[in-house]
């Protein structure tokens, strides 16, 4: 089975999926990928489920040695990335041969970025998903000297590439209200839409760090909120009154009180904004939430189709001479109307 030797890799890397929805109620939240449209491009660019787990690696990625011919494809937070020392384009599925070295680097933007297998990352199924979840204690880091092994149904396209909008340096995020937005005074509730948040230097796969200069957001009755239910999204009011947006991998019931809640097709701008990065977030209506959320489903279902072919350089195409690169040639001495050979004194 093909699969790749980890010889190298970053601090905080995990295999993740969709995750595991529906055990709330159990203690554990879903978990599953910080970014998931970046498994859906993944998915779109090998040709098959987007529900297939990758390697999730934050800032940085490692080394990588091919254990067979293998399809990978590179989404997610840009990398600088290579094949045996040549540049790669990301957001793009490339062919890997036996003995190849892929080598990702540091993010050039975002944080989090995704390195997808044909016929996704083979691993034990618990819960009916292969995604570590660190907090709940389901699976652990990626360690140099491991094996990714490719799963079923790897054979598919490659050669292709994505273009993708840039969701990697913060920006405008839509929140609908929350259950204790209405314990927010009117004037908080403005100054807290009107305020430029940065991403803070505190986060992880739980949840981001919003600063911002001026006084914090408290909430009226605050110390007294029962602890209840939580999901990712939701913006919580820490006790000094600075936000933490919660991740996939969030605690299922806390007491702080919430301001809102990000819209999920909005959420990985959140968790790809590296430290600093500029965040405003705007109140919508829960029905342009819910055409927002239409809208990016439709988009999500149509990656494989805006996938094009990825136009390689020449000098890095080692099988250059089995390609057909004559096809179409015409010569200066045939004549399609006659169908034959010109006299040399009829060419002119």
């Known amino acids: 089975m093909s699969g790749l030797v980890v010889h190298r890799i970053g601090p905080v890397a995990t295999l993740q999926d969709k995750g595991r929805p529906g055990y709330l109620k159990q203690g554990l939240s879903c978990g599953g990928g910080a970014d998931r449209q970046a498994l859906a491009e993944g998915a779109a660019l090998l040709g098959q489920d987007a529900g297939l787990a990758a390697l999730e690696m934050a800032g940085t990625g490692g080394e990588f040695e091919a254990t067979g011919d293998l399809r990978i494809a590179l989404t997610g937070a840009p990398m600088v990335a290579s094949i045996d020392g040549a540049g790669v384009a990301w957001n793009a599925s490339h062919l890997l041969q036996t003995g190849q070295r892929l080598s990702i680097g540091a993010a050039k933007a975002g944080v989090y970025g995704y390195l997808h ?49 840039d969701r990697f340096r913060g920006g405008t995020v839509r929140v609908v209200p929350s259950v204790q937005t209405e314990l927010f005074a009117r004037d908080v509730l403005d100054r807290f839409v009107a305020t430029g948040f940065k991403r803070g230097p505190r986060a992880n796969r739980m949840g981001v760090e919003m600063l911002s200069d001026g006084a914090g957001f408290t909430a009226a009755g605050q110390l007294n909120i029962l602890s209840e239910m939580i999901v990712p999204g939701d913006i919580q009011m820490t006790g000094d009154g600075l936000p933490f947006v919660l991740l996939p991998e969030c605690q299922t019931t806390g007491g702080y009180p919430r301001i809102a809640t990000v819209i999920p097709c909005d ?34 279902k149509g990656l494989r189709g805006a996938c094009r072919p990825l136009i390689r350089d020449v000098a890095d195409i080692g099988d250059l001479l089995s390609y057909q690169l004559v096809s179409g040639a015409i010569s200066a001495h045939w004549d399609d109307h006659r169908n034959e050979h010109l006299d040399k004194d009829e060419v002119s």
């Open 117 to 165: 297998l044909g016929g996704g990352i083979e691993a034990e199924v618990f819960l009916g998903a292969r995604s570590t979840h660190l907090l709940a204690g389901i699976g652990g880091m990626v360690q140099a000297g491991d094996r990714l092994m490719c799963g079923k149904g790897a054979g598919g396209p490659a050669g292709l590439v994505l273009d993708v909008a």
């Open 267 to 300: 959420l990985p701008i959140v968790a790809q904004a590296p430290a600093g990065a500029p965040i405003r977030f705007e109140f919508v209506t829960l029905e342009k939430a819910l055409a927002a959320e239409r809208t990016y489903e439709t988009a999500l």
